[in-house]
């Protein structure tokens, strides 16, 4: 619905069907985690689209929520990680959003990173361990 309100269209991209999509994880971990990066990427686009999806690249799942937003300035790349760090013209944030989201990645057994070009848009990308349930 926020997507609808503010002219941005969501993409969803899938990269397991069926039985390939019972895993083993934290499902509250994951889920502040993608509510984090998406919450972001809304915050900071005003218009084009949000892409979500993931994909199984060997022993892990890789996720990514890429924005059309204003990017990342170079000069804060290597802040935004850091507890209670936010973008100056952002005064409606904590700065904890992203740092309790890599802490969670971690918990997972994952990593964390991104890529990013100002006015261009940016694209955080996150791995947790594929332990697939086996339905038998």
């Given at each position: 619905?926020?997507?609808?309100?503010?002219?941005?269209?969501?993409?969803?991209?899938?990269?397991?069907?069926?039985?390939?999509?019972?895993?083993?994880?934290?499902?509250?971990?994951?889920?502040?985690?993608?509510?984090?990066?998406?919450?972001?990427?809304?915050?900071?686009?005003?218009?084009?689209?949000?892409?979500?999806?993931?994909?199984?690249?060997?022993?892990?799942?890789?996720?990514?929520?890429?924005?059309?937003?204003?990017?990342?300035?170079?000069?804060?790349?290597?802040?935004?990680?850091?507890?209670?760090?936010?973008?100056?013209?952002?005064?409606?944030?904590?700065?904890?959003?992203?740092s309790i989201t890599?802490?969670?990645?971690?918990?997972?057994?994952?990593?964390?990173w991104f890529n990013?070009?100002?006015?261009?848009?940016?694209?955080?990308?996150?791995?947790?361990?594929?332990?697939?349930?086996?339905?038998?």
């Amino acid at each position: 619905m926020q997507s609808e309100l503010a002219n941005i269209s969501l993409v969803l991209k899938y990269g397991l069907t069926g039985n390939a999509t019972k895993i083993i994880t934290d499902s509250l971990k994951l889920n502040v985690i993608l509510n984090n990066l998406i919450g972001n990427a809304l915050k900071f686009t005003k218009n084009g689209e949000i892409k979500v999806g993931y994909f199984k690249k060997k022993n892990f799942l890789e996720f990514y929520v890429e924005d059309t937003g204003i990017g990342i300035p170079n000069e804060i790349k290597g802040d935004i990680f850091k507890p209670f760090y936010q973008i100056k013209d952002k005064k409606n944030s904590s700065g904890l959003g992203l740092s309790i989201t890599k802490s969670l990645v971690e918990l997972l057994g994952g990593k964390i990173w991104f890529n990013s070009e100002q006015d261009v848009g940016t694209k955080f990308l996150f791995t947790i361990p594929y332990k697939q349930i086996f339905m038998g």
